[in-house]
């Protein structure tokens, strides 16, 4: 069995605020170490469980956050930023499952260092349905028939993940208290848990099905401001709502709504005076 792995930061043991997930900050080193050992948690038990192949994504911030001198020598690690599915990189119809890591609430909502990509995003709209970078990203595997077989992270992205794919396993490894304050596990204790969770979500694997994405869906995005609405609304195809900030665009299928959604974010990151 070949799985795809893909790991974002927020959702790590231990992290509650911005200094641990920002590599200027004095705590991202230490959160690396932990996001790797986390990885390397879900490696094993995905190997010991029946995996034959296993490739890993970075899928924070400049995604090259993993430590791939510390991380589980059997596996393969996507590493570096400008990749064309992003947090979704090298994912295609072959694999049999894939695992999310690290993962953390949609913008706007409870839940440590909740956010959709950028700062700049209030909400992300597939046909008008408000979604996170986790259902997007479920939604990318599901147009490659790729179910989600299990979710790690905060417990509200356990209780997003639970709320969109029925029977997914989840691992909550931390509690949000507030944004930016958590109570945790251990990075041994969760080590355990991501342990025993894998090893559920393979013997559960079959009653786990590919999230499903919408035929030429509708991406809508609501900006913080007007101002980043007008940059991303310079991406051809685009139309800001009037009397919003909120962009849409209109896509062939959910991986040019996806590729639309990071060329609109980062048009968006361009504008001065964001707050």
């Excluded at 930061?9 to 705590?27: A, F, Q, R, W």
């Excluded at 559920?200 to 035929?215: I, S």
């Excluded at 609501?222 to 709502?241: C, K, V």
Aim: glycine share 6%; aromatic share 8%.
């Amino acid at each position: 069995m070949k799985l795809y792995v893909s790991v974002d930061m927020e959702g790590i043991t231990g992290l509650p605020d911005h200094t641990y997930v920002d590599s200027k900050k004095h705590n991202y080193e230490r959160a690396r170490k932990i996001m790797t050992d986390e990885t390397n948690y879900v490696i094993d038990a995905a190997y010991k469980s029946g995996c034959e192949e296993i490739l890993v994504n970075d899928s924070h911030s400049k995604m090259n956050n993993i430590l791939i001198d510390q991380l589980h020598t059997e596996a393969r690690l996507i590493t570096g930023e400008v990749k064309p599915l992003s947090m979704m990189q090298g994912l295609d119809a072959t694999y049999e499952g894939a695992i999310f890591v690290g993962y953390h609430a949609r913008a706007g909502q409870f839940g440590v260092m909740s956010h959709a990509m950028v700062h700049a995003v209030r909400n992300f709209f597939i046909n008008d349905k408000p979604i996170g970078e986790l259902g997007f990203n479920a939604y990318v595997a599901g147009y490659f028939g790729v179910p989600i077989l299990m979710v790690a992270g905060d417990d509200q992205a356990c209780k997003e993940a639970e709320e969109l794919i029925p029977n997914i396993t989840t691992a909550a490894v931390k509690e949000s208290i507030s944004r930016s304050s958590v109570k945790s596990l251990t990075p041994k204790k969760a080590g355990e848990l991501l342990t025993t969770k894998v090893t559920e979500a393979f013997e559960n694997r079959a009653n786990v099905q590919a999230l499903t994405p919408p035929d030429k869906p509708v991406i809508k995005i609501e900006f913080s401001n007007h101002g980043q609405a007008e940059w991303a609304n310079l991406m051809p195809g685009t139309e800001i709502e009037p009397g919003t900030t909120i962009v849409k665009y209109q896509a062939k299928d959910i991986l040019e709504a996806y590729q639309a959604m990071l060329v609109m974010t980062e048009l968006a990151a361009n504008t001065t005076f964001s707050t």
